[in-house]
């Protein structure tokens, strides 16, 4: 069955260190991949997408996302964390390419120490 | 502009009830999803909606989840004689259609006691 994992369920860094937050995903193809941010009682925003072309795709708020094909990962960084970022990640992909069904990963929790 | 938009953001009722969420889009968007987020279950796609076309409904989870679409706008999701198991917050998300990036709604919590 297709599925996305983001193994780290909750993760701590101190403000201004950078971060990682993982994704990996089974399937053959290149399918779609999203990474979405969700703050406590907010809806999901789209911190970035990446279809096609470059892998190393720029969001909003200053975070990137690099596309490793031979390692079916789609890994989110920044490089440096601001207290602001502690929110749940997500990251989606859709396997059926046409944009109407995304399956998410169980989300990491990220904690910014002061 | 205005985004996506859910009513009612929390309902609690009783277990055998039906409920009713309601979801509207992003104006001019012709897609729109249904997803349920749950502690067990994380996020799930529930039904997809993509103008005039019959509607994807792979990933209701029984036969008492329905959701209609009225008018290319405004969506229902319906859930029959509800189960403590319903309980989750059901997001509803729009997007254009031919364009891949989906908005997410608030969600609406819903508790079945």
């Known amino acids: 069955a297709q599925s996305v994992t983001q193994p780290d369920i909750h993760i701590t860094v101190s403000e201004g260190a950078s971060l990682e937050l993982r994704c990996n995903y089974s399937?053959?193809?290149?399918?779609?991949l999203f990474w979405y941010v969700q703050s406590p009682g907010q809806g999901l925003q789209l911190l970035l997408k990446?279809?096609?072309?470059?892998?190393l795709v720029q969001g909003i708020k200053g975070f990137e996302a690099e596309f490793k094909r031979s390692q079916s990962s789609f890994n989110l960084r920044k490089p440096s964390v601001h207290w602001s970022d502690a929110a749940e990640y997500f990251c989606?992909?859709?396997?059926?390419?046409?944009?109407?069904?995304?399956?998410f990963g169980t989300g990491t929790q990220l904690k910014v120490e002061l | 502009g205005a985004g996506v938009s859910q009513s009612p953001s929390n309902k609690v009722t009783e277990k055998g009830k039906d409920v009713e969420l309601r979801c509207d889009p992003i104006s001019g968007h012709t897609a729109l999803y249904w997803y349920r987020q749950s502690l067990g279950q994380g996020l799930e796609f529930l039904i997809y909606?993509?103008?005039?076309?019959?509607?994807?409904k792979s990933g209701l989870p029984s036969d008492r989840f329905s959701a209609e679409r009225t008018g290319g706008s405004v969506s229902t999701l319906t859930i029959q004689r509800t189960q403590q198991e319903d309980s989750a917050v059901y997001l509803c998300a729009s997007s254009r259609g031919t364009e891949y990036e989906q908005y997410f709604g608030p969600g609406t919590r819903l508790t079945v006691t």
């Open positions: 909606f993509q103008g005039n076309s019959a509607p994807d």
């Open positions: 990446y279809f096609s072309g470059d892998t």
């Open positions: 989606a992909v859709d396997f059926t390419g046409g944009g109407n069904k995304l399956t």
């Open positions: 399937y053959g193809a290149t399918p779609y």
